[in-house]
């Protein structure tokens, strides 16, 4: 309900509205009045508890004293004052009697109530000891003048604290045991508050030991029992608030019993570390880390330095000492690190340090060995008489016993091996026996300071093998090296063995055997491998004893049963597998030398025939691996790279495949199965080709004789690849090559055509010494010059005649015609140029040839077979040598300015070549004025070799410039010359413009080509004789009066030429013979000539072409001019004549001739002439004038005797 101000009422109480959010200046919220109170006045009951809800004056319900008046208020609808919903007069009665009733009450509140309350209070409450930690104890048990004190601090929990709070005044509390004071603690003030859990804490407090037993007989308890009760007596003042009224209530008495949840007898204790590594060359340390679990809430800080012996079953090992010990973990704080692997809270790590002095050499070897073994060892740390450095804790630590467990090293003492050399002797089909050397990687745990002697070591293990297939490590075997000295041995039996400091490798050389259930089938499987790969992974399963000398304790440890187990994971860092390096294919295999010295005669192991060749081969095989194997012998098969088997080789009967570099000699046959000649044709032409290749000696058994299964299953498959190599780079397969003939047709629109007889001396290494003779072969080849392949041909297999000799044979073939492909036309020509001029001409030949064979395997059908070598090819030297020669040159017809000539030409080859360069055109030059005289064709210009080859029928062309008269009288005079059958040189040249030949190879050759030859003069007279007619008396007497005479003259002319000739004029001087020697003249008159024929002009003479000697034709008789005729070596002549000699005479000048079309004026000269005189001194009339003598007498009277 509200009133008219808004002020919700409920009875006779106003409840004013309040200030919830604390921001204005109004009370807190709160009730005017408390309601309990007023319940409880009309009930007439008031009592403590009512005081709590009644007192105003507690600032934290109802605000500071100069709020009391806000409490109260009256409505605005209202004249009256109200208070609590009371007029005025009612309320100021209300608080008199409120007033009476509160001094009332608190005078007995505080002389009667409050005294018993506080009793009971104290007397209810329950104190319980959360934690306790003893810090900083100070004094000696030994100076009684001296204090023994600590500092204590704790945390409280208590409860039951009822009706009051309160406050508890400082105070000193004895704390007894057992009825007895063991000392005093201060307490300081701390209140409390009922109702609630109160957690309070004391700090740094000082706790005097009062009765030293008695605290002896308290710290003993508490380490030893799981719960002590203790008592604390004291005299407590506390301060309350009674009625409202505060209060102090001096000497009530605090006494309580405590239970104290302890130690329990440190019956948890583990042991963490176990370290002898710090170990000295004169001392075995012991250090050590326990941790101990504290099931209280007491913390020890600190315990001092404890001592301890070390028992193993019952007998002394060592003294250690706990430095600065303390137990200040409890049972609800975190463990330290090194701990927590026992639990997350309560545990605490105490460091041991000592040295190992065992009573028991026995026991402590078996401790050592278990320890080394990896196996769990219970120890007992017993704490000596004199047990802690603080002496208020040394009784009660008397006679405690930490019973701990020496957890096995996870570090083993054998941490690694290396194979050295490993040497495997098969046995039987259950075992083999090893000659070993190993490096064994050991830990001292006495570490690098306090060295072991290692003397004797005993290895037995399982060797096991995972391929990686899936299906996990199998069992190679069981290796036993039985007690194997790692030293000298002095004649005492004292070993001299290798000493380990630290972490060291120690080298183990003995014999083991091999023990395998199998028969061996997975240590096979394992070799195998072995011999494959690069590299393999073992792993071993066994133990080890040894007899170790240590110098800090000065005599030998026997440790046994020692595990070996590798790889390991529990080390830290793990343990890794043993490596063991493989084989890898045993692939470094070379071959030092080989020889396939003959054939294997028939007969041969049952063979009949084609029964092969023999072959040894002496090799290196490296091994890369340390293993090795006594095989004693291998049988193999050898097969190529395709897996064709070539033969049979093995080595034995003593092979033993040994670490590092094995020489052994396969010998055996090369012997392929029919089926499998073109294999081995193959190989022995890749082999004769130099190449190296790939041959495969496989493995089949390890002979017949031995009886060891599984070695035989080793070597089944045992694959040794090689590479075989070529016949050698100093072998030429062909040499001496030569070429009998060879026939090389050029032509315009294909290549060349070439044949060939070659012979070479074909050649075979000297470690072929079988018979190999060539049936038929064929070939591909370049002919190479200057280093330029110019062009290449395929002979197709021909038949080749072959004798046979050593290490070879000689050659003869036949090429038959073949194309001749032209690779570099300019080195072509260039090559057909050097062949064309020079004398000689070196090519090579290079290429692959394709023998058939005959051997002892059967036919070898070779292929590409490479050979090189150099050919001398004789060259045509220009034809110089000798030159070409023309037998006949025939004027065929003329042309305005053209001869057309038919010639004969003689062509010796000095070479071994025959060529054929079709249609050849070749420019004719006077040597002498070098000026063209025309050219000359040859339809087919073919030669044989090395003989001389002859033309008929050849075309040749005779040109008279017409824009050059010098050129033109060079000719004529060359024409002139020909016709008086006069020999003169002529030079052949190839046209430089190309014209000579079609043929584009033989173009730039034959513009280099130039030869000087001798053309021949006509060699039959075209004057075959002369008539003469002498004149009558008195034309005699006229030609002596005139100093001159025309003597009609007939000549007789042949035509030898095919043309027809045209003689128009001739101006010819006569010169007579003198000395006549048959029909030719050794010396003509030097005193001039005698005549000239003819003075007479403008007439015209036919010969007819091919007119002969014997069927002359006749001039018409022409005049000759004798201008000198009476001079005495003509009339001599005339005599001779007359005489019945033959007079010779010789005509030169020049005639005037044409053929055809073409004209000339020629220088013609002709000895030899003989001229017949028909009449001498006749008339006109012909009268008779006596006989030739008298004839001449008178010729001889009318000159006076001149003659």
Request: hydrophobic share 40%.
């Amino acid at each position: 309900m509200e009133d008219s101000n808004g002020a919700e009422t409920s009875g006779d109480y106003v409840l004013l509205p309040v200030d919830e959010s604390g921001e204005g200046e109004t009370f807190p919220a709160r009730p005017l009045c408390t309601p309990q109170l007023e319940a409880d006045s009309h009930h007439g009951r008031l009592d403590s508890k009512d005081m709590f809800h009644t007192d105003f004056t507690d600032p934290d319900l109802y605000g500071a004293e100069g709020d009391k008046a806000g409490l109260l208020t009256a409505t605005a609808a209202e004249e009256k004052k109200v208070f609590c919903g009371m007029n005025k007069s009612r309320a100021n009665w209300c608080m008199s009697v409120t007033f009476l009733l509160f001094v009332t009450l608190s005078l007995v509140g505080t002389f009667v109530i409050g005294p018993a309350l506080a009793r009971k209070e104290i007397s209810n409450t329950d104190v319980t000891f959360l934690k306790v930690n003893m810090t900083h104890p100070e004094g000696d048990t030994a100076d009684p003048t001296q204090p023994m004190t600590f500092l204590m601090s704790a945390d409280l929990l208590i409860t039951n604290v009822a009706p009051l709070d309160g406050d508890l005044a400082a105070m000193d509390v004895d704390v007894l045991f057992n009825h007895k004071v063991v000392g005093t603690v201060a307490m300081p003030k701390m209140s409390v508050t009922a109702g609630e859990d109160n957690h309070r804490s004391i700090v740094n407090q000082k706790f005097t030991i009062k009765n030293l037993e008695a605290w002896d007989e308290f710290s003993a308890a508490l380490l030893q029992e799981s719960v002590v009760p203790w008592k604390l007596d004291a005299t407590a003042t506390v301060s309350a608030k009674v009625m409202g009224l505060p209060m102090s209530f001096s000497g009530v008495p605090f006494k309580k019993t405590v239970p104290m949840q302890c130690f329990d007898g440190l019956q948890k204790v583990r042991m963490a570390v176990f370290d002898m590594g710090q170990s000295t060359e004169d001392q075995v340390t012991m250090a050590m880390a326990v941790c101990v679990w504290n099931p209280s809430y007491i913390a020890l800080e600190p315990l001092g330095d404890l001592f301890f012996a070390v028992d193993y079953q019952g007998d002394f090992m060592g003294n250690v000492t706990a430095f600065d010990a303390k137990m200040h973990v409890t049972t609800t704080e975190q463990s330290p690190q090194l701990c927590q692997q026992y639990g997350a809270t309560g545990w605490n790590a105490i460091s041991m340090t000592g040295n190992l002095d065992p009573d028991s050499h026995e026991k402590a070897d078996e401790l050592v060995s278990r320890y080394l073994g990896g196996l769990d060892s219970n120890v007992t740390a017993r704490a000596l008489p004199h047990a802690s450095t603080i002496s208020m804790f040394n009784m009660a630590l008397q006679g405690v016993e930490l019973a701990a467990v020496l957890a096995g090293d996870d570090a083993p003492l054998v941490t690694s091996m290396d194979f050295n050399h490993v040497m495997i002797t098969p046995v039987d089909d259950d075992g083999l026996v090893m000659t070993l050397n190993a490096s064994v990687g050991m830990t001292n745990p006495l570490g690098v300071n306090s060295p072991l002697r290692i003397d004797t070591i005993d290895v037995t293990s399982g060797m096991l093998y995972d391929r990686g297939d899936g299906a996990g490590p199998g069992m190679v075997g069981t290796v036993y090296s039985g007690a194997t000295n790692l030293g000298p041995v002095d004649d005492d039996g004292t070993v001299h063995g290798q000493w380990v400091s630290g972490s060291d490798d120690v080298e183990m050389e003995t014999d083991c055997t091999m023990t395998f259930d199998d028969k061996g089938a997975f240590l096979t499987t394992f070799t195998k491998d072995l011999i494959a790969l690069d590299m393999l992974e073992l792993q071993l399963d066994g133990s080890t004893a040894c007899d170790a000398y240590c110098e800090a304790l000065g005599y030998d440890l026997d440790i046994h049963d020692i595990p070996v187990v590798l790889p390991n994971d529990y080390p830290t860092p793990p343990l890794g597998p043993v490596l063991v390096p493989g084989m890898s294919g045993l692939s470094d295999v070379e071959i030092i030398t080989y020889s396939l010295p003959s054939d294997v005669p028939a007969g041969t192991d049952g063979c009949t025939s084609l029964c092969g060749v023999y072959l040894e081969v002496n090799a290196r095989i490296g091994n890369p691996s340390p293993f090795g194997m006594v095989i004693g012998t291998l049988n193999a098969i050898m097969q190529t790279a395709d897996g064709v088997t070539l033969g049979h080789v093995s080595v034995g009967p003593d092979f033993t495949l040994v670490p590092g570099d094995n020489f052994v000699t396969l010998s055996g046959t090369m012997a392929p199965a029919a089926t499998d000649l073109d294999a081995a044709a193959d190989f022995m032409s890749t082999y004769l080709s130099n190449i190296a290749q790939t041959a495969v000696v496989v493995g089949t058994d390890a002979g017949e004789d031995n009886t060891v299964q599984w070695i035989h299953d080793v070597v089944d498959g045992l694959e040794l690849a090689t590479t075989f190599p070529g016949a050698g780079d100093d072998l030429e397969l062909m040499t001496d090559i030569t070429i009998d003939t060879m026939d090389m047709a050029l032509t315009a629109d294909a290549d060349p055509v070439m044949s060939a007889t070659l012979e070479a001396r074909m050649n075979l290494p000297e470690e072929v010494g079988f018979p190999l003779n060539v049936i038929s072969s064929g070939m591909k080849f370049q002919m190479v010059d200057e280093g330029v392949a110019c062009a290449n041909a395929t002979v197709a297999p021909v038949p080749v005649d072959y004798v046979a000799g050593t290490n070879g044979g000689q050659i003869t073939l036949s090429t038959g015609d073949m194309t001749l492909s032209v690779l570099d036309e300019d080195a072509m020509s260039s090559l057909v140029t050097d062949l064309l001029i020079t004398t000689s001409k070196t090519v090579t030949m290079q290429g692959t040839c394709s023998p058939l064979a005959s051997t002892n395997m059967g036919n070898l059908s070779m292929s590409d077979v490479p050979f090189e070598g150099e050919i001398v090819l004789l060259g045509f030297n220009n034809f110089e040598d000798p030159p070409m020669t023309m037998p006949s040159i025939d004027i065929a017809s003329g042309e305005t300015t053209v001869l057309n000539l038919v010639i004969s030409a003689e062509v010796t080859n000095p070479s071994n070549v025959a060529p054929s360069m079709g249609a050849v055109k070749l420019d004719l030059f006077d040597p002498v004025t070098s000026y063209s005289l025309g050219y000359a064709v040859i339809d087919d210009f073919s030669l044989a070799a090395s003989t001389t080859t002859t033309f008929t029928g050849v075309s040749a062309f005779f040109v008279m410039p017409t824009d050059d008269d010098t050129h033109a009288e060079a000719c004529r005079v060359f024409m002139s010359n020909y016709v008086s059958g006069t020999d003169q040189a002529v030079e052949l040249r190839g046209p430089t413009d190309g014209s000579g030949t079609d043929i584009a190879l033989l173009q730039p050759a034959l513009s280099q080509f130039s030869s000087t030859t001798t053309m021949p003069g006509l060699t039959e007279k075209l004057l075959v004789s002369a008539t003469m007619h002498l004149p009558g008396a008195v034309d005699l007497a006229l030609c002596v009066f005139n100093q001159k005479c025309e003597v009609p003259t007939e000549l007789h002319v042949q035509n030898p030429m095919s043309a027809d000739i045209t003689m128009s004029s001739a101006a010819c001087d006569i010169f007579v013979c003198k000395t006549i020697n048959g029909d030719t003249c050794d010396e003509y008159f030097d005193d001039g000539a005698v005549g000239l024929y003819t003075p007479e002009t403008g007439w015209v003479e036919e010969i007819p072409g091919n007119t002969p000697a014997d069927n002359y034709v006749t001039f018409e008789a022409r005049n000759v001019e004798m201008g000198n005729l009476w001079n005495a070596a003509a009339l001599e002549a005339l005599r001779e004549t007359l005489l019945g000699g033959t007079a010779l005479i010789r005509l030169e000048g020049t005639m005037e001739i044409a053929v055809g079309d073409f004209s000339i004026t020629l220088d013609f000269a002709e000895r030899d002439v003989p001229v017949n005189l028909i009449k001498i001194l006749g008339s006109d009339d012909h009268h008779d004038e006596g006989s030739p003598v008298e004839q001449l007498e008178k010729l001889t009277l009318l000159t006076g005797g001149m003659a």
